[in-house]
């Protein structure tokens, strides 16, 4: 009966990483992700010895120069009569400059235009993203990379949000994979040897170590990426 039991146990954990994976099989994305965020000009710091213009616009105020990437991470195209709304950046502060910086593939026809409703806002026309294509966009405003907003409307994308690994995306069903891997290969073990509450306690205690391992990863990437994000956006030149 014990083994039986335990037989049952074992079928039933390891079909929940097949079912997790067919859950997550067809994924439609669109993120963001800052990867620069650059102080060139601190104003009260050089008052009255240098001036900085833009054009023919003189700057009176600190100015950030971000570089903002835009990705189908997703493994489905996010089509152009996909968009309900065009892909919207808008910040805080002045935008004094936005151009395309480069885009993959390089043939991507990205088309940026200034919104003639909204100051300081900048809109991306509607385009074909397949998989892994990505564009990045060149600013020059004075707010750093906390006071810049993105939005839009795409079917099938809940919202447009910043990018993160896929481990990190996913940690909790890596973990709860990787728990059920520790619980099965526990059970395997201890079948026929010891009784099933021994059996059954001893596994539990395997899958908590294997799913703590992964959140405790997930809480180190997190402290890695916002110390090394606060050291970079108070750098200047």
């Known amino acids: 009966m ?76 996010v089509r152009q009569e996909d968009f309900s709304k065009d892909l ?4 805080d502060g002045v935008l004094y400059l936005v151009e395309l910086k480069g885009s993959e593939p390089k043939d991507l026809p990205v088309e940026l235009y200034e919104s003639e409703e909204e100051f300081d806002t900048v809109s991306v026309k509607p385009l074909l993203l397949n998989k892994e294509d990505e564009f990045t966009v060149k600013m020059l405003c004075t707010s750093d990379e906390k006071g810049v907003h993105i939005s839009g409307r795409i079917a099938g994308v809940k919202d447009i949000v910043e990018y993160r690994p896929p481990l990190y995306e996913n940690h909790e069903k890596v973990a709860l994979i990787i728990g059920t891997v520790f619980f099965v290969g526990t059970m395997s073990l201890m079948i026929g040897t010891y009784t099933i509450t021994e059996t059954l306690f001893t596994s539990f205690v395997s899958f908590l170590g294997g799913f703590g391992g992964i959140t405790t990863l997930k809480a180190l990437y997190d402290f890695i990426i916002n110390t090394y994000k606060s050291s970079k956006t108070e750098s200047t030149l």
């Open 2 to 77: 014990e083994i039986a039991l335990s037989i049952i146990a074992i079928i039933v954990t390891a079909t929940v990483p097949l079912w997790i994976y067919l859950r997550s099989k067809t994924k439609k994305s669109l993120s963001y992700s800052i990867t620069s965020s650059t102080l060139l000009a601190k104003t009260e710091e050089v008052k009255g010895s240098l001036r900085l213009f833009v054009g023919d616009e003189e700057v009176i105020t600190d100015i950030y120069l971000i570089l903002l990437n835009f990705k189908n991470d997703g493994n489905v195209p």
């Open 88 to 91: 919207t950046i808008s910040t």
